[in-house]
């Protein structure tokens, strides 16, 4: 079993900056992928950013590419993600997710990939 626990949310001005923290623990953790996704109120929950735990590869949704940074500690079995210019559609609850099993890197933004989620972290972005 995996467990994962976000940290790093809170209230921000449009154009300013959060880094959040993703810590996994279990008695054997081991991953291929560690992604974030997002859910606005009252909306679907949305890939944000992926990493491939081994290697490195990152993935980005259009919507965050070029703000965002995905980063991983192997060490401490943590996934950042710097969030830069922060933007009011940016407010959500962020969530990380782990996904122990490869797949398809086609899939790497499909939700039903990850099988261990964390219980987010909310961000708001005032304008």
């Known amino acids: 079993q995996v467990q994962l626990v976000e940290s790093g949310g809170g209230l921000v001005q449009a154009g300013g900056s959060l880094r959040l923290s993703c810590a996994a623990s279990g008695r054997t953790f081991s991953t291929y992928v560690m992604g974030w996704f997002r859910q606005a109120l009252g909306e679907e929950r949305e890939f944000v950013a992926a990493?491939?735990?081994?290697?490195?590869?990152?993935y980005y949704a259009d919507s965050v590419k070029g703000r965002f940074i995905i980063s991983r500690d192997n060490a401490k079995n943590t996934v950042y993600l710097q969030m830069n210019s922060l933007k009011p559609e940016d407010t959500a609850v962020y969530y990380c997710g782990a996904a122990p099993v490869p797949f398809d890197r086609l899939l790497i933004r499909t939700l039903s990939r990850y099988n261990y989620w964390g219980q987010g972290t909310q961000v708001t972005v005032s304008s």
């Open positions: 990493i491939i735990w081994s290697g490195g590869t990152t």
